[in-house]
Nanobody
Framework: QVQLVESGGGLVQPGGSLTLSCAAS????????IHWFRQAPGKERERVSC????????YYADSVKGRFSISRDDAKNTVYLQMNSLKPEDTAVYYC???????????????WGKGALVTVSS
């Protein structure tokens, strides 16, 4: 059974850092791409990052490029999203998801985690 569980959300001041974790089960993250999405109140869901399951290729949205970093721990079957220089506009619920495809190309996600709330505020 495929499951994705996010953790690590919380309240952080502007300019601060936070790391989200996405623990996967039922498949291996070293084979399939994992995507991170976020959705802020009243806004459309946005894909912010992805790490592929083949060549370790990555994707970052322009809004987070240079501030966010995605990585993977194959032994823990977990993907991380390191978020630095956080801004109030980064406030959102962050979801990890997979389409059970190897590459980070856009696709309809088949499985989603329940989300982790990140609030950036002073």
């Amino acid at each position: 059974q495929v499951q994705l569980v996010e953790s690590g959300g919380g309240l952080v001041q502007p300019g601060g850092s936070l790391t989200l974790s996405c623990a996967a089960s039922g498949f291996t993250v070293d084979y399939y791409a994992i995507h991170w999405f976020r959705q802020a109140p009243g806004k459309e869901r946005e894909r912010v990052s992805c790490i592929s399951g083949s060549d370790d290729g990555t994707y970052y949205a322009d809004s987070v490029k240079g501030r966010f970093s995605i990585s993977r721990d194959d032994a823990k079957n977990t993907v991380y999203l390191q978020m630095n220089s956080l801004k109030p506009e980064d406030t959102a619920v962050y979801y990890c998801a997979t389409a059970l495809r190897r590459l980070c190309a856009r696709a309809n996600m088949d499985y989603w985690g329940k989300g982790a709330l990140v609030t950036v505020s002073s």
